[in-house]
């Protein structure tokens, strides 16, 4: 079966506040308070001579978590303690390996998913129910207040069962750390756990950094009907949960419900079917811990400080957070001496979650405040920002609203009875950082919460909003698309499990840009569309090769991790087709990421496309499944296939016929790179000798093609001489090579170039990338 010819790809369609001086002085009572308790850093603070972002430690005077011997984490791990992990059963390994309490750095790699057994395979409310004889309806019935009442909580035969089923689940979900642990995101990679909770007990000297830490959903809340006048459902799973922990440091870190946002929640008994219940709770006695720069959104009950008004403990410092779409509980403190400084609170509603209060002070609280900045929306009031039951106290300065002088403690006392008191009885002396208040709603968005951090520690581009995409409803958005229109350059658009029938463009404009699967598995989030190259568009002509993509990514520093993409065209299904050509991506950017993805389809899977044929645009595909039969890696950009399975698609030719060609690169003539497969598997059950490994497509005369294939294995459907000619130009014109290939369809003679020891070092993935920038993603 012959290709049909390609043809260039056409072009597509592309797409402050004032500063103020704040109040320098804190009324303690009688005493005053210097503002400027430490130096300024204007960012994130850098952790002083960490090697890299595993080893980095608390910095000196960064709140409470400095406090004596400061907060250090896994710094002294060995070897056999440092780990990197990519799923929920390597976590746990890393997590549990002995000895108990050896130091130990733990780097996740990309989304792992908790709600998932040890081979990987994900599981559902209803794998934990089997066997325990819950279901909802039974729960419903048995506990129903026209049945059951509402003076006594739910106890027999159906509550045992929801309580055995919870149980089933936190086995899975709920992963205890020890102390002396560092659990670090890898930068680049979209690190992150969804649906975990990480419990630090009665254990010392934690680091959770630069980490998304989403949708901890109870599959199970158990129905309480004597909680409040009409009762309530209550959930098990915060994202990190601190139970008698001492010296943690949670930083860089962002905690979301999405992308299963309350307003999915359905209503049972007449009361809202709550499944997550906090972000970040300090309880049960812990002690000197910082949070810092964290990301908090999309979520009602945020933080909870104190187990109870007699808890013990709970010296506490929140500076640099920033709080959007955050219902309540940024914190509620019931105990402790709590310090707020320079945090970013948006009061605006987001996704279905509207502003109640933002800071609950009550008991034995004394929370010092100071230079924190809200943005007010049009519905709020400065006397709602607090709350309390009159016994907790508030004391601050340098606090904004809306760029404005602000004392949220007199606004709340004014407007209530039971009054908040504005002095508190001891000091803050660890506030390194501390800055005015005025320019942190332009800047803060920008540095915190997770994706921000590079390897060393310190602080890069930040990543921006998080826009959550559920084809049920259940998010801010139905469609990637949409998504992707109401982004913003540095946004990160989290897709939910499902499949997403809809072509995806990601223009120029949009750089940085993140899609990332919420579950981490590209199995479960599927993009797909059945465009060819022949397939008439709305209004007249065919969409052309490129225009047949299902995903096109057109904007510099896009990664995209954690999908599926497919073009489904079938030619059977089509026999009046005869441009066949049928693109799952299109990348036509610079610096573009596609990690733990898969890309299938049939002739031109994936296009690695420069606009401008000379210019420096790259592409690095790692830890990636390509499928395709025809040309189906192609292009004139520089595109590197790393650790990356391939599937040579079988379209039913036999031995002495020809089922297909792996790749097409057009390179221009005066750049040295074009594609390169490495440490990678090439399989199919094609009859044997009847793929080859590329064949030169030429566009013009400076099209000289470019590609090499290495240290990769080679099934026996390669042909003896793998490369052929395209279109009357000779393969042995263009730039093809093979290195240290393994696997019966490896080889070596005059058909088959072979690099020596010496080029294959210029022939690297870091060598490929590095551009005039020096770009590295390799690691």
Request: charged share 15%; with cysteine; glycine share 12%.
């Amino acid at each position: 079966m012959s290709a049909s010819p390609h043809r260039r790809p056409a072009g597509r369609q592309r797409l402050a506040l004032a500063a103020a001086g704040a109040a320098a002085v804190l009324a303690l009572g009688a005493v005053p308070l210097a503002l400027n308790a430490g130096a300024s850093t204007g960012g994130a603070p850098v952790a002083a001579a960490a090697a890299d972002l595993g080893h980095a430690v608390l910095p000196a005077r960064d709140g409470w978590a400095a406090e004596g011997a400061g907060t250090t984490g896994g710094r002294s791990a060995d070897a056999a303690h440092t780990f990197t992990v990519t799923t929920r059963a390597e976590l746990a390994k890393a997590l549990a390996a002995g000895p108990a309490g050896a130091p130990r750095i733990i780097r996740v790699k990309g989304v792992i998913d908790a709600n998932t057994d040890d081979t990987g395979r994900a599981l559902g409310c209803a794998d934990y129910a089997a066997g325990t004889g819950h279901s909802d309806a039974a729960y419903a019935k048995a506990y129903d207040p026209a049945v059951w009442g509402r003076t006594k909580l739910p106890s027999g035969r159906q509550e045992d069962a929801r309580r055995a089923a919870q149980a089933r689940q936190a086995a899975r979900v709920v992963l205890d750390v020890p102390s002396h642990t560092t659990i670090v995101g890898v930068p680049g990679t979209g690190a992150g756990i969804t649906g975990g909770n990480l419990t630090v007990k009665n254990a010392q000297d934690v680091i959770v950094r630069n980490l998304a830490l989403t949708d901890v959903r109870d599959c199970f809340p158990q129905w309480d009907p004597t909680d409040g006048p009409t009762g309530n459902w209550n959930s098990a799973y915060d994202a990190v949960s601190l139970r008698g922990a001492t010296h943690v440091w949670i930083d860089h870190d962002t905690f979301s419900d999405a992308p299963h946002l309350d307003a999915a929640n359905p209503t049972r008994f007449g009361r809202e079917y709550q499944v997550h219940d906090g972000a970040l709770d300090i309880t049960n006695g812990s002690d000197l811990v910082t949070a810092s720069y964290n990301r908090f959104a999309d979520h009602d009950k945020t933080m909870l400080i104190g187990s109870s008004d007699k808890d013990t403990g709970l010296r506490v410092t929140l500076h640099h957070n920033v709080f959007q779409g955050v219902v309540q509980r940024a914190p509620l403190a019931r105990v402790g001496q709590i310090h707020l400084y320079d945090n970013y609170y948006d009061t605006a509603p987001l996704d279905g979650y509207a502003h109640s209060y933002s800071v609950n002070s009550r008991a034995g609280a004394q929370i010092v405040a100071e230079n924190n900045h809200w943005r007010l929306s049009a519905d709020r009031k400065v006397s709602q920002l607090l709350s309390g039951d009159g016994t907790g106290a508030f004391a601050g300065s340098g606090n904004l609203v809306d760029g404005a002088a602000a004392d949220p403690a007199a606004a709340y006392n004014a407007a209530n009875t039971k009054k908040i008191r504005p002095t508190v009885s001891w000091r803050p002396a660890l506030s390194a950082g501390l800055e005015p208040a005025a320019a942190l709603p332009d800047r803060l968005p920008k540095q915190a919460g997770a994706g921000v951090l590079t390897e060393n520690g310190t602080a890069a581009p930040a990543t921006g909003r998080i826009l959550t995409v559920a084809a049920d409803g259940s998010a801010a958005h139905r469609t990637v698309q949409s998504a992707v229109d109401a982004a913003g350059p540095g946004d990160t658009v989290l897709i939910a499990r499902g499949t997403y029938r809809e072509t995806v463009n990601v223009p120029a404009a949009k750089k940085g840009l993140t899609l990332q699967g919420a579950t981490g598995n590209a199995e479960d989030v599927v993009l797909a569309y059945d465009n060819a190259a022949g397939t008439p568009k709305p209004g007249g002509g065919t969409h052309g090769t490129e225009g047949s993509a299902t995903l096109t990514v057109s904007a510099d520093g896009t990664t995209v991790t954690g999908l599926t993409v497919q073009n489904t065209f079938e030619r059977s299904a089509h026999p009046g087709t005869t441009a066949t050509q049928a693109v799952a991506l299109a990348a036509r950017g610079d610096r573009q990421q596609y990690l733990n993805s898969r890309f299938i389809g049939h002739q031109d899977t994936v296009l690695n496309w420069a606009p401008a044929a000379t210019g420096q645009y790259r592409q690095y595909f790692r830890h990636c499944f390509v499928a395709g039969d025809v040309d189906f890696l192609f292009g004139n950009a520089t595109a590197v296939y790393d650790h990356v399975n391939i599937t040579l698609r079988d379209r039913g030719a036999a031995p002495g016929g020809s089922n297909g060609y792996l790749a097409a690169p057009n390179t221009d003539a005066a750049k040295p790179y074009g594609i390169l497969v490495t440490d990678s598997t090439i399989s199919s059950t094609a009859a044997p000798g009847t793929f080859h490994l590329g064949r030169p497509w030429r566009t013009g005369p400076s099209a000289v093609g470019q590609f090499v294939v290495r240290n990769t294995v080679l099934p026996a459907a390669v042909e003896k001489a793998p490369w052929t000619d395209m279109h009357g130009y000779s393969w042995r014109s263009a730039r093809f090579a093979e290195y240290a290939n393994t696997g019966p369809g490896a080889g070596a003679g005059a058909d088959r170039p072979q690099l020596t020891a010496a080029r294959a070092a210029s022939y690297t993935a870091r060598a490929y990338l590095a551009g005039t920038d020096g770009w590295n993603p390799v690691g």
